[in-house]
Antibody
Framework: EVQLVESGGDLVQPGGSLRLSCAASGFSFSQSWMTWIRQAPGRGLEWVANINQDGRGKYYVDSVKGRFTISRDNAKNSLYLDMNSLRAEDTAFYYC??????????????WGRGTLVTVSS | SSELTQDPAVSVALGQTVRITCQGDSLRSYFASWYQKKPGQAPVLVIYGQNNRPSGIPDRFSGSNSGNTASLTITGAQAEDEADYYCNSRDTSGSHLYVFGTGTKVTVL
């Protein structure tokens, strides 16, 4: 069974840091691009970051560039998102997902159930 | 960066057909993928590429593309199709950057 399980979401003060983790099983994690996508309360989906199979290619939405770092450990089938200098607008459910990025075609899936990050004083 | 525009909301009678559109310049170069999002649940991929459905997605879901517009059609809408739907495409401003559409709330009457 394909499964992605996020963890690490918490209540954190503005300016604080947090590490999200995503444990993957049931698919070829080391051969897959991976992505983080978030949804703020009452808002739409927002793509946050992608990482390629060997971890050397990392791409971010402008609003998190320089503050967030995506990484992976293929030996542990795990994806991470290190979040620094957190802002109120980073409050959201964060989802990890596998990704197929192939030229003009792409898809995000499978998906985890998400973990909630709340940035508030 | 690219923008993808969707109508905020549409309604459809049970068993009828509804089309959801997504407009953006990036769609002239890249296919959209479509996601169904229900409250409290993870998003679900329903269409990707030219018109590809993942396993488990009913064949009442279909996709099409023309110029700067991608469309998701639900033919014979069911009560369980009531959800938010988001398109997604590669951003034309850089490699491997992606953007979601503004989302469409589909109500099944």
């Amino acid at each position: 069974e394909v499964q992605l399980v996020e963890s690490g979401g918490d209540l954190v003060q503005p300016g604080g840091s947090l590490r999200l983790s995503c444990a993957a099983s049931g698919f070829s994690f080391s051969q897959s691009w991976m992505t983080w996508i978030r949804q703020a309360p009452g808002r739409g989906l927002e793509w946050v970051a992608n990482i390629n199979q060997d971890g050397r290619g990392k791409y971010y939405v402008d609003s998190v560039k320089g503050r967030f770092t995506i990484s992976r450990d293929n030996a542990k089938n795990s994806l991470y998102l290190d979040m620094n200098s957190l802002r109120a607008e980073d409050t959201a459910f964060y989802y990890c997902a596998g990704a197929l990025l192939a030229g003009t075609v792409h898809k995000f899936g499978p998906w985890g159930r998400g973990t909630l990050v709340t940035v508030s004083s | 960066s690219s923008e993808l525009t969707q109508d905020p909301a549409v309604s459809v009678a049970l068993g009828q057909t509804v089309r959801i559109t997504c407009q953006g310049d990036s769609l002239r170069s890249y296919f959209a993928s479509w996601y169904q999002k229900k409250p409290g649940q993870a998003p679900v991929l329903v269409i990707y590429g030219q018109n590809n459905r993942p396993s488990g997605i009913p064949d009442r879901f279909s996709g099409s593309n023309s110029g700067n517009t991608a469309s998701l059609t639900i033919t014979g809408a069911q009560a369980e199709d009531e959800a938010d739907y988001y398109c997604n495409s590669r951003d034309t401003s850089g490699s491997h950057l992606y953007v979601f559409g503004t989302g469409t709330k589909v109500t099944v009457l």
